[in-house]
């Protein structure tokens, strides 16, 4: 059974850039979600994905938008970086509707300078 | 709108000695799991118990033990005998059947001592 990984481990982004983290999801998963996690937080929930299109959103601008593709891995794109989105993103991959099997990844530690 | 709640920011434990991490938590749905979560420096959400908000008994994963209290929105986690490779950041979290996300409370960073 292969596990949620995801891509790159560690970023440093210049304030005003773009960024994407890449998720894949957990076979027989077909629901994606991405968490910030500020240093010394808890994971605040970002947005979730489920048959390609975005299903829930957490209190997050616009410019931080995802996509998630036919195999269920999934993309977070976030335009117009600032300080304060340095944090550890991390993805969860789970089936939808069920309240057991959420599945999380090692996380993209993303920096911006 | 759901919440959890973690009241101990630091707990020390002594190796070999158990430990309870505490949990409250509020929700306005019938049907729910808690988790736990360990989260070591590395950054990865390590999962390890889960409780539905049906189930009668509490729930045990080897050295790993929750204490459900429903009628007291408790979902405490209990460690028994601690190892030093327990020594991490621990965090409780809810979900709800209607959504499909994870509410988490701020965490407590467990030490174990040799």
């Known amino acids: 059974e292969t596990g949620v990984t995801q891509s790159p481990t560690h970023l440093i982004k210049t304030r005003g850039q773009q960024v994407t983290l890449r998720c894949s999801s957990q076979?027989?998963?077909?629901?994606v979600s991405w968490y910030q996690q500020a240093l010394g937080q808890g994971p605040q929930f970002i947005f979730q994905y489920y048959r390609e299109e975005e299903n829930g959103r957490g209190n997050f601008p616009p410019r931080f938008s995802g996509l998630q593709f036919p195999n269920y891995s999934s993309e977070l794109n976030v335009n117009a970086l600032e300080l304060d989105d340095s944090a550890l993103y991390l993805c969860?991959?789970?089936?939808?509707?069920?309240?057991?099997?959420?599945?999380f990844g090692s996380g993209t530690r993303l920096t911006v300078v | 709108a759901q919440k959890i709640t973690q009241t101990q920011p630091g707990m020390f434990v002594q190796e070999k000695e158990a430990v309870t991490l505490d949990c409250t938590y509020d929700t306005s749905d019938q049907s729910y799991g808690l988790f736990w979560y360990k989260q070591p420096s590395s950054g990865e959400m390590i999962f390890l118990i889960y409780q539905g908000s049906y189930d009668e008994q509490n729930a045990t994963e080897g050295r790993y033990s929750l204490n459900f209290q429903k009628a007291r929105k408790s979902a405490n986690l209990v460690i028994s005998a601690s190892q030093l490779g327990d020594s991490a950041m621990y965090f409780c979290?809810?979900?709800?059947?209607?959504?499909?996300?994870?509410?988490f409370g701020q965490g407590t960073t467990l030490q174990v001592k040799p």
């Open positions: 969860a991959s789970s089936v939808r509707g069920a309240l057991y099997g959420y599945t």
């Open positions: 979290a809810i979900k709800g059947s209607n959504t499909g996300k994870l509410i």
């Open positions: 076979s027989g998963h077909n629901t």
